[in-house]
């Protein structure tokens, strides 16, 4: 799961979104990112929406890339993204039923720009699949142990829902179809590195997911994991999590381009 990547918040976190945004622009690095999405293949799946258990951890040309879509939102899907996005970060540990930020009606609402991530599950090889599988699904309960200290209980449906990959996706024939997905990961690292330093580049690389970017931007890289045990607290001894992440982002100052209102409102 993306948050259990906490300690790695920083780096990224202290640059300004929109300067970024500008500078991404000027080197044509969203053109870029689009053409590496354009070279994977075409793809069918059944649909069911299960490898959208949870925000996916990006690079940070895409975080980018997604926060200028947001910016582009009315006021109130705007607001909606927020909540969504703060409300996973920090109870998606105690809630089960959680899902990716973006996922609506079994519909992801931000498909073209959906991150290398997403467009890489069911392409690995088994093997591949496999073992990251039992990776993340130890980390998982490794860092459900880790709250629990904290007197906070992870729900074992939380610690098993960890999916890497699955074998429903094929090409239009019905056949298997797998690629390079390093490959694939480090030619958007190296995007990356024209905006961040390259021991930042390799530090993050696509570990975080964007609940985790927004909020080290909007509270810094220490306070995070903080913020996120003492609310799951909170929240454990009867508080309503809805009310919390109100709270939170009352006292909250998202990156301008997430809340700026551009002049053409995008609600597709």
């Known amino acids: 799961m993306p948050a259990r990547h906490a300690n790695l918040l920083s780096g990224s976190a202290d640059l300004d979104p929109a300067r970024s945004t500008r500078r991404a622009e000027r080197h044509g690095l969203f053109r870029s990112l689009e053409r590496i999405y354009a070279d994977l293949p075409d ?29 582009r939102y009315a006021e109130r899907r705007r607001e909606d993204t927020a909540r969504r996005a703060f409300g996973e970060l920090l109870f998606s540990w105690v809630e089960p039923e959680r899902t ?61 829902r960890s999916l890497t990959s699955c074998d429903k996706v094929t090409d239009a024939a019905g056949r298997a179809v797998t690629v390079d997905g390093e490959g694939y990961a480090a030619r958007v690292a190296r995007l990356d590195a024209v905006l961040l330093p390259k021991q930042t580049v390799i530090e993050e690389f696509c570990f975080r997911s964007l609940p985790e970017r927004l909020a080290a931007a909007a509270f810094g890289a220490e306070a995070v994991d903080g913020m996120r045990t003492q609310l799951l607290r909170r929240a454990q001894a009867g ?20 809340l700026a209102q551009r002049r053409r409102a995008h609600d597709g």
Request: net charge positive; aromatic share 8%.
């Open 43 to 71: 793809t069918v799946c059944e649909n069911c929406a299960r490898c959208c258990f949870e925000s996916p951890g990006i690079f940070y040309v895409e975080y980018l890339h997604a926060l200028d879509l947001i910016g």
């Open 239 to 258: 508080a309503s999590a809805e009310e919390l992440v109100r709270l939170v982002l009352r006292q909250t100052r998202l990156p301008r381009p997430f």
């Open 100 to 160: 990716c930020i973006f996922l609506q009606s079994q519909r992801c609402t931000i498909y073209d720009r959906r991150p290398l991530a997403c467009r890489l599950f069911g392409l690995v090889p088994a093997p591949e699949r496999e073992r990251a599988e039992a990776e993340a699904r130890l980390a998982a309960r490794q860092e459900a142990r880790r709250l629990q200290q904290f007197g906070i209980d992870v729900p074992e449906a939380v610690v098993r």
